[in-house]
């Protein structure tokens, strides 16, 4: 766990760095709009420089995709490091699974494309512009790839328990046709997976137009969060229904005001919309004319 925590943090410098040089031509004609107290923020966030010249931009470029090099690799240790402390669980038949970290890992990045999709659409419909349909195009064959990986590995570690049979399928067995049985391959598997996984393959095959795509994106990505909402339950709730005598599950009722009960978990989910929408203010989106070109210009 201290592993994680050294790994997020430093992850999390890296993605703020990389946010700070992305902006930094639109900070600093923020900058010189600005008064006060915001005028000492942009000053900050413009990491002590005014200079956007074309030397200068060329130079940020340079930084962002060294940043986004390291990033990258970085990203994929944090989400599957999660999976890698499950997995090395030996006592949990559940968890201890090789594929663990990379079910974690691809759970992540549908998540990712998924969320972007929603966040996309919702602030383009409250903000009245119009939508980049072909960007919403390229994003869905992006989420059917990954989902395709990522469902397929799911089905596949529980297919290896069920293929090796060793002395804990039984219990497993019991956890996944009770306890687990509707929340796994009711919500999970049929409603959550099957559904998007085919509406995906549509979406992606078939030359819509954009109503059409612009409409049934969202929608199927709001189904997939959902589908990576539901895995983690079963993943991390399931794996602590089962007895520890392996004779049969134990039960769990989330309460509202416990530490890990249902409040909390709503003010975790909340959090980083309040985040994005205090950035949105801060760093405007998208903009009519945009203060960067012109400073550059």
């Not at 760095?17 to 902006?23: D, G, K, N, P, S």
Request: charged share 10%.
């Amino acid at each position: 766990m201290a592993g994680f925590g050294y790994i997020y943090s430093a992850y999390m410098v890296v993605l703020l760095l990389e946010i700070l040089f992305l902006y930094r031509p639109t900070v600093v004609a923020l900058k010189e709009k600005a008064s006060g107290f915001m005028r000492t923020v942009y000053g900050v966030l413009s990491i002590g420089s005014d200079n956007v010249s074309e030397k200068a931009l060329k130079l940020d470029h340079k930084i962002i995709s060294f940043l986004a090099a390291i990033g990258i690799p970085m990203a994929c240790v944090l989400h599957g490091y999660v999976g890698f402390i499950f997995g090395g669980i030996k006592a949990n038949p559940l968890w201890a699974t090789p594929l663990m970290p990379l079910i974690f890992l691809l759970s992540a990045c549908v998540s990712g494309i998924a969320g972007i999709i929603v966040a996309y659409t919702i602030i383009m419909k409250f903000t009245g512009q119009p939508l980049d349909v072909q960007c919403i195009r390229t994003c869905t064959k992006f989420l059917w790839g990954f989902f395709i990986l990522d469902f397929v590995f799911e089905m596949l570690e529980l297919f290896s328990h069920f293929y090796m049979a060793t002395h804990h399928w039984h219990t497993l067995e019991t956890l996944y046709s009770g306890t687990l049985y509707v929340s796994f391959w009711v919500l999970q598997v049929g409603v959550f997976s099957v559904i998007p996984f085919f509406a995906l393959m549509a979406l992606s095959l078939i030359n819509w137009n954009d109503k059409i795509i612009a409409f049934f994106a969202p929608i199927i990505s709001v189904m997939i969060l959902c589908q990576v909402l539901l895995m983690r339950w079963n993943v991390v709730v399931g794996g602590q229904l089962m007895s520890k005598s392996e004779r049969g599950a134990t039960t769990f009722q989330p309460q509202w005001l416990e530490k890990e009960g249902i409040l909390p978990a709503i003010i975790i989910m909340v959090a980083p919309i309040v985040i994005l929408w205090i950035i949105g203010k801060v760093l405007p989106f998208w903009q009519k004319d945009d203060p960067a070109a012109q400073q550059a210009g």
